[in-house]
């Protein structure tokens, strides 16, 4: 779909965005190719980092792919330094890396949930502290700027009602919201960072819909759908995250936008 916005919006502007080789971290990191910026995305699979680095830069998108776990703590300081001695500088954060799968609470190991929170939770964490250096005011590279950079954490609708076998990603979304909040308020104050987060709802055509088709939870639920769920595109979480990493947001902190058609209105707990 056309842009509405101008193609130049953040020309200039360098992004790390994590999980950017798939799904909705890769449509963010094209919408924010398009409108001028180079991208660095990290991924754990080499084979989906280099075809999405070929698909940029076949855009004319200045791309490179950095194979990395956010779990891991050697990977998160190379791939942000490494981000940093390709292009100079960093301005914007996404994490956008996230794991996932359908489980009952009872047949979820302890290790299970722990390995959910350590990608979606400790990794959004980790990322975020590895960056601040380079984000924050006055940082390297930030010499032509006067304010510092953004960070944008992409959590979920799930954990404002509840979500049938989701307790794990339920957990996560809901941490990484309230981190994006103390985030906002301390790295705000303290280094003119602006921390948002986006909240989708389903999103069509992503691995997070495939593993939870949300008529099937519906089924699973009641035996009949309560209401019809519209899903959004890709595109429509990508324009969310431009609009609150350009210029045009530069007075929105801490703020957690949803991006799901009203859809988490009409969930409410069984
Ligand atoms: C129950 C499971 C399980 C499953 C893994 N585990 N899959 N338990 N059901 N289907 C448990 C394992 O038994 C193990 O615990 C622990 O989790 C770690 O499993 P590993 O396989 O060793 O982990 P790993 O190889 O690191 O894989 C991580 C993963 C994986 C999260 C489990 O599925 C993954 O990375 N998926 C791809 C990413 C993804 O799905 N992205 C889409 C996100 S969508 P034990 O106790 O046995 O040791 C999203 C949107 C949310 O976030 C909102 C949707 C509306």
Known sequence: MESPFKVDIVKGKVALITGGGSGIGFEITKEFGRHGASVAIMGRRKSHLDSAVSSLRSLGIQAIGFVG??????DATRVVDSTFAHFGRIDILVNAA???????????SPNGFKTVMDIDTVGTFRMCHEALKYIKKGGPGREDTSGGGTILNVSATLHYSATWYQIHVSAAKAAIDAMTRSLALEWGTDYDIRVNGIAPGPIDDT???????????KTIQSGAP???TILGEKWDIAMAALYLASDAGKHINGTILVVDGGDWFNRAPH
């Not at 776990?69 to 050697?74: A, I, L, Q, T």
């Not at 691995?207 to 939870?217: A, N, R, V, Y």
């Open 69 to 74: 776990d956010v779990r891991n703590n050697e």
């Open 226 to 228: 309560t209401h019809q």
């Open 98 to 108: 996230a794991g996932n799968f359908l489980v009952a609470a009872e047949d979820l």
């Open 207 to 217: 691995p997070g819909l495939s593993k939870l088709d949300p008529h099937e939870m």
